[in-house]
């Protein structure tokens, strides 16, 4: 019955769609990561060598960039400049000067559900027809570790070094080999003004008895639960424990069960605050002010927790199966041009990783280049204790996610 | 579910009709010709039933590669079904309860909406068809999501409730009622279309004669138009209970994050937001399966299977 009808909007919905009509299993069987685990595996139980993803020399499909002058694009939703006639004038432009057909696609709803579609095709190597994708840091951070992304070759990129100091050095990707920031954002609190009717500046605030059940809270547990544990007073960027985490995950069950928390939920958090089921919520910088502009309320505002914010940063990357690599390179290096990134940056108002954005932004707009949010100092971000959730290991990844999944009744 | 439901449906139906009484020269051409029509059908269900029915139990059955989550190698880990059950048996429970409860409230709803378009509607009757049929021009999907619009807290339902003050949490989505009448709403139709068939076929010279008999209206209809419409009830409590039974959809959007998440969702969240959940969620699809064929032997058996046509 679900077979015909229409992408639903739930992300995990789309995605159970997905699965029930991909046929899952038989690819990800051959993907078992190399006829040589697959036969052991035959010939006994006990658990073969380690898969694909331990292999230490990996073959990079050849470059065919110079011949097939195009670039496949996967991005997030509403996270590039677009104009009145579904356009994207920075790509056009791109496309003008290079040559270089951008096929823009906006295939990810959510970092777990994208990853788990594109991963057995290419753990078996199998082309995506993706040149770059996106990924949030703890997902490039599995995409790294599973071997799934190619190197960049920063030499063909002369205006990478235009990364901000911030975001050069990151856990999962010692030196940016092999990823290059696209846009960041906050984890923290957004409410409705008006209906709250008074500011809200702790998580402890959410939990006030007259907003019982009109919260909501993000689905992504590094957020949420990142900034639970702040205000637990933990170094979200620490060694933390798994009993430190698990303290935050006990605080949301309290929170759930109590009946404050309305709703564990991705994207579609959004339509609980336009409805008015929630009028506070757990959520992402730039989505208040996209909800501003869509329902016209000004009432709506995003504040960092006292206790601290999360920060979070989305990363370009090219997929261990694209032969576009060189093309690829170039879209990414035209990104971090100042002035293509100022054009980027006034429409999705999010992080700009780029050094000199401001300037250029200012030119057009003076008011928005001052803002914090989408500019933030690095003395505006130790002063509101905005902090990165460290990269987990494999295994406490899966622990982690095991145990969040059962907060949210799964 | 898809799957699921047109397996039942397979199992339950039709087996090729008894030959006729052959005549001797056309022996052999006859005994071949029912094999022969019957390739289509068998390659399908290989194709898209068997096949990826052994893959999932192959799945089923896989352990986790140590110290690589998201990579699995072929085992027999029997006990992932242990681990499942013990970990998700409230899960399984709920589902078959709020589809249970959902089949009964459709049941309720469905017999006298069917009724009433078998022998009252008179020239209604295509009308109330159409009604009834109109929800699935619309998706699946919208339609429950419509569901929480109508149900929000600032929407009719709710704010009515709360000023009478007859709604003791403040909300109804992100509750079991909503999610047992969203199943209810989006299988009513299944309910209600089998037993309107049955009952449309009934002779009305039976039901008088059950009068000329100094029958009461409510004798006759518990003698005589109930019974005549049990294959009808019998299908469409089948249609209703299997594919709610399996159903995320509701639980997701209109159920809450505590006590209302069905064993669709702990497949959907051990398939997508667990590292390593796949075997998991074979062996829970599995078990559904399983306990979904064992209810279904256990209901045609009582009731019997050739009723159903």
């Not at chain 1, 954005?357 to 001052?370: I, S």
Request: hydrophobic share 45%.
């Amino acid at each position: 019955m679900t077979k015909h009808v229409p992408p639903p909007a739930d992300p995990a919905v789309r995605a159970l769609i997905q699965l029930a009509q991909s046929g899952f299993s038989r690819r990800r069987m051959l993907g078992l990561g190399g006829s040589a685990a697959a036969l052991a595996a035959l010939s006994a139980c006990a658990p073969p060598p380690p898969p694909a993803a331990n292999k230490t020399e990996i073959k990079y499909p050849k470059d065919v960039s110079a011949s097939e002058k195009i670039v496949n694009w996967a991005n997030w939703t509403l996270y590039l400049d677009v104009d009145d006639n579904k356009n994207h004038p920075s790509l056009d432009a791109f496309t003008k000067a290079t040559g270089i057909k951008v096929s823009y696609d906006e295939a990810i709803d959510d970092n777990d559900s994208y990853f788990n579609k594109i991963a057995p095709q290419l753990r078996q190597g199998q082309s995506i027809d993706k040149d770059i994708f996106v990924f949030t840091d703890w997902m490039a951070n599995r995409v790294l570790q599973q071997n799934l992304a190619q190197p960049l070759d920063l030499i063909q990129m002369p205006h990478a070094p235009n990364l901000i100091p911030s975001l050069r050095e990151v856990s999962f990707d010692p030196g940016r080999r092999f990823s290059l920031p696209w846009q960041g954002g906050y984890g923290g609190i957004g409410y409705n003004k008006a209906k709250v009717g008074r500011e809200l500046k702790s998580i402890a605030d959410l939990w006030a008895p007259d907003l019982k059940g009109k919260v909501t809270v993000l689905s992504e547990f590094r957020d949420t639960v990142g900034v639970i544990m702040q205000s637990q007073g933990v170094d979200i960027t620490s060694k933390f424990t798994a009993d430190q985490f698990q303290k935050g995950l006990d605080e949301v069950s309290k929170r759930v069960s109590d009946g404050n928390i309305r709703r564990i939920k991705g994207n579609s958090y959004i339509e609980d605050l336009k409805s008015g089921n929630a009028i506070a919520c757990i959520c992402w910088s730039g989505d208040v002010s996209m909800l501003k502009a869509d329902t016209g309320d000004e009432n709506w505002e995003f504040v960092l927790p006292d206790s601290g914010a999360t920060l979070w940063t989305d990363n370009l990357m090219i997929p261990i199966t694209s032969t576009h690599q060189a093309n690829a390179m170039k879209l990414m290096d035209y990104y971090y041009q100042p002035d293509v990134a100022a054009l980027v940056a006034a429409y999705v108002n999010y992080i700009c990783p780029v050094i000199g954005a401001q300037d250029e932004l200012a030119k057009t707009d003076a008011e928005l280049a001052k803002d914090p949010l989408i500019f933030p100092s690095e003395s505006f971000l130790t002063e509101h204790k905005v902090q990165s959730f460290r990269a987990l290991t494999p295994e406490e990844d899966a622990d982690f996610s095991g145990r969040w999944a059962k907060v949210m009744g799964n | 579910m898809t799957a699921l439901a047109s397996a039942t449906q397979h199992a339950t139906g039709s087996h090729p009709a008894a030959d006729q009484p052959d005549e001797a020269r056309a022996v052999g051409a006859r005994k071949i010709t029912p094999y022969l029509l019957l390739i289509p059908g068998l390659a399908w269900l290989v194709l898209f039933f068997i096949v990826p029915m052994v893959q999932l139990a192959v799945v089923s059955l896989e352990s986790k590669f140590p110290g690589y989550p998201g990579y699995y190698y072929l085992d027999l880990a029997v006990w992932n079904y242990r681990d499942a059950l013990s970990e998700f048996w409230p899960h399984i429970i709920r589902s078959f309860v709020f589809a249970g409860v959902a089949t009964i409230l459709a049941f309720i709803i469905g017999y006298p909406l069917a009724y009433a378009m078998a022998f009252k509607a008179g020239k209604w009757r295509n009308v109330m068809m159409i009604l009834v049929i109109a929800p699935f021009f619309t998706s699946f999907i919208l339609r429950t999501i419509a569901w929480r619009q109508i149900l929000a807290d600032e929407g009719p339902v709710a704010s009515t409730l709360n000023a009478l003050h007859l709604l003791p949490g403040g909300h109804i989505t992100e509750t079991w009622v909503a999610v047992v009448a969203g199943l209810t709403y989006n299988f009513l139709p299944f309910m209600t279309l089998p037993i309107y068939s049955s009952l449309e076929r009934i002779d009305p010279k039976i039901i008088e004669a059950g009068g000329d008999l100094y029958a009461n209206g409510f004798t006759t209809f518990h003698k005589v138009t109930l019974p005549m419409s049990m294959p009808g009830v019998l299908a469409g409590t089948l249609m209703t209970f299997i594919p709610a039974s399996g159903d995320y959809v509701n639980a997701e959007l209109l159920g809450s994050d505590i006590s209302t998440k069905m064993v669709g969702n702990a497949i959907e969240s051990q398939f997508f937001r667990v590292p390593g959940g796949y075997p998991t969620a074979a062996a829970l699809s599995f078990t559904l399966m399983a306990i979904i064929l064992v209810m279904l032997f256990a209901y045609t058996r009582k009731f019997g299977t050739e009723n159903l046509l």
